[in-house]
C-alpha cells in the first residue's frame, strides 16, 4: 500500500503520457510509440511544478518498469527459431555487433564522447536499438537523459534506414524473386524492430514477395537480440571491476548483476518449450504487447527526467558516433552477405 502511495503519482502520470504515444506509434510505424513518448515527456516535464510529488513514480517507471519490459520481451524468442536461421546469418551478426562495439570505443575515446552514452549507442546501434539501450541502461547505471539521448539518436537514423535501404537494396542488385538476401540485410543493418518491419515490408510490397522479405528480416532481428545477454552481462562484470578499484573495497558482482536478464532467458525456453510442444506462438502475443507498452510507459518517464534544451545543446558528438556505428554497420553487412554469396 505504501508502495503504491509513493509511486502512484508519477506511475499515472507516465500511463496517462504513455497510451496516447502507444496509439499514435501504431499509427505511425515508423516512428514509434518510444520516441513519441520521450518527446511529450520532455514537453511535459517543461510545465510540471510539483515535481517531488511526481519524482518517486517516474523514477519507479524509469527503472524497474523498463527491466519488466525486456522480460517480456523473452516470450517473442523461440530459441530453435532463432538458432536455424543464425546458421546462416551469425557470422554477419557478430561481425557487425564487434564493428559497432569497437567503433563506440574508438570515438568514446577519441571525441571524449561519456561512456555510459558510447555504450548506449553502441549496444543499441549493433544489437536492437531501443530494446538493447532499456536492458543495458539499468547495468551501466546509466541516468534517464543519456538514455533518452541514445534512444533520439537511434531512432533517426533508424527512419532514415527505414527509408534508404529499399533504395540501396534495388540498386545494389538484391535478388526481387527471394526475400532472402534483403531480409538478412534489413534484420542485420537496422537496428530497431519497426524500422526493419518497414524496411522488409517496402521490399515484400515493390517486387509482390508477400512477406518472405519480412519474415527473414524478423527472425534474422530476433537472432541478433539474443546478444543482449551476453553483452549485459559482461557489461556489470565490467563495471564491478572497475567500482572496486574506485573505492578500494569488494563490490560485489552479485550486487550489480542484472538478474532480470535470467528472467528474459526463462521467458524464451518457456516460449521455446511451450512451442515445441504443438503451443500456437500466437499465445505470446499478449505478453509481447505488453513488453512494448512497458518500453513506451518508461520512455514516457525517461522524456519526463530529461532536459530538452540540454539534449539539444549537447547532441552533436552523439549524432556523429551514431552515424559511424550506423555506417560501420551497414558497410560490414553489406560486405559478407557479398562474400557469402548472399546477394
Known amino acids: 500500500m505504501n508502495i503504491i502511495k509513493k509511486n502512484g503519482p508519477g506511475l499515472v502520470l507516465c500511463i496517462i503520457l504513455a497510451i496516447p504515444s502507444w496509439l499514435l506509434g501504431k499509427a505511425f510505424p515508423i516512428i514509434g510509440g518510444p520516441i ?16 517531488g510529488r511526481y519524482e518517486t513514480g517516474i523514477r519507479f517507471t524509469s527503472k524497474k518498469i523498463l527491466q519488466y519490459a525486456v522480460i517480456l520481451l523473452g516470450f517473442g524468442l523461440d530459441l530453435s527459431v532463432i538458432l536455424e536461421t543464425g546458421k ?3 557470422p554477419i551478426i557478430l561481425c557487425t ?13 577519441v571525441m571524449h ?19 538493447a539501450i532499456a536492458a543495458t541502461a539499468p547495468v551501466i547505471d546509466a541516468d534517464d537523459e543519456e538514455v533518452a539521448q541514445a534512444i533520439s539518436v537511434i531512432f533517426f537514423f533508424n ?32 537496428n530497431d524492430t519497426s524500422s526493419v518491419t518497414a524496411a522488409a515490408s517496402t521490399w515484400d510490397s515493390m517486387y509482390d514477395l508477400g512477406s518472405a522479405t519480412l519474415d527473414k528480416a524478423v527472425t534474422v532481428k530476433l537472432t541478433r537480440t539474443l546478444a543482449i545477454i551476453p553483452i549485459t552481462l559482461v557489461l556489470a562484470f565490467i563495471r564491478s571491476k572497475r567500482e572496486r578499484k574506485i573505492i578500494e573495497q569488494k563490490i560485489s558482482f552479485k550486487k550489480i548483476f542484472p538478474f532480470f536478464i535470467l528472467y528474459f532467458i526463462l521467458a524464451s525456453v518457456i516460449t521455446t518449450i511451450a512451442t515445441s510442444f504443438g503451443v500456437a506462438s500466437s499465445t505470446f502475443t499478449p505478453f509481447k504487447e505488453l513488453s512494448k507498452f512497458f518500453i513506451i510507459l518508461a520512455m514516457a518517464a525517461i522524456g ?10 549537447t547532441g552533436g558528438k552523439p549524432i556523429i558516433l551514431g552515424f559511424s556505428c ?18
Open 326 to 343: 550506423w555506417l560501420g554497420i551497414t558497410l560490414v553487412s553489406l560486405t559478407l552477405q557479398h562474400l557469402l554469396n548472399f546477394w
Open 304 to 313: 519526463l527526467n530529461t532536459d530538452i534544451i540540454k539534449l539539444i545543446k
Open 88 to 90: 546462416q546469418s551469425l
Open 113 to 131: 564522447i561519456p561512456a555510459n552514452i558510447s555504450t548506449l549507442i553502441g549496444v543499441g546501434s549493433s544489437i536492437c536499438g531501443g530494446s
Open 97 to 109: 555487433i564487434t564493428t559497432s562495439l569497437v567503433i563506440a570505443y574508438t570515438l568514446h575515446k
Open 36 to 51: 513519441i513518448a520521450i518527446i511529450v515527456g520532455m514537453i511535459i516535464a517543461l510545465f510540471i511544478k510539483d515535481r
Open 159 to 190: 527512419v532514415i534506414a527505414a527509408i534508404l535501404f529499399p533504395v540501396l537494396g534495388t540498386w545494389l542488385g538484391f535478388s526481387h524473386t527471394t526475400g532472402n538476401g534483403f531480409g538478412i540485410f534489413a534484420g542485420t543493418a537496422i
